[in-house]
């Protein structure tokens, strides 16, 4: 069973940037499609970014399009989401997910599509 660790997270002035990163455990982390989360009090948890298994597919929220990346290094079982020019409304709980697929092109942009959830990092951006 795959197990994830979401790191990089912290306060930083609008405009700035943070890249989260998302360790996995486990085996066979190069069969699992990827996606960032985010939640804020008191709302559901919104999609972010979702990346393919074999990183060669990857889709973002229109919200963060332009201004977030996301990316994956299987060699080194992590999963990436890079976040430029970021603004105070981009403040949340940022989540990575996790689902084993067959097809290396599949991503998802549900957060019920995932089984397998991090115990996310907090970011803070200020104005």
């Known amino acids: 069973q795959v197990q994830l660790v979401e790191t990089g997270g912290g306060l930083v002035q609008a405009g700035g940037s943070l890249r989260l990163s998302c360790v996995a455990s486990g085996r066979a982390f190069s069969s699992y499609a990827m996606g960032w989360f985010r939640q804020t009090p008191g709302k559901e948890r919104e999609f972010v970014a979702a990346?393919?298994?074999?990183?060669?597919?990857?889709y973002s929220a229109t919200s963060v399009k332009g201004r977030f990346a996301i990316s994956r290094d299987n060699a080194k079982n992590t999963a990436y989401l890079q976040m430029n020019i970021l603004k105070p409304e981009d403040t949340a709980v940022y989540y990575c997910a996790a689902r084993a697929v067959l097809v290396s092109t599949t991503y998802y942009a549900t957060s019920g599509s995932y089984n397998l959830w991090g115990q996310g990092t907090q970011v803070t951006v200020s104005s």
């Open positions: 990346i393919s298994s074999s990183g060669g597919s990857t």
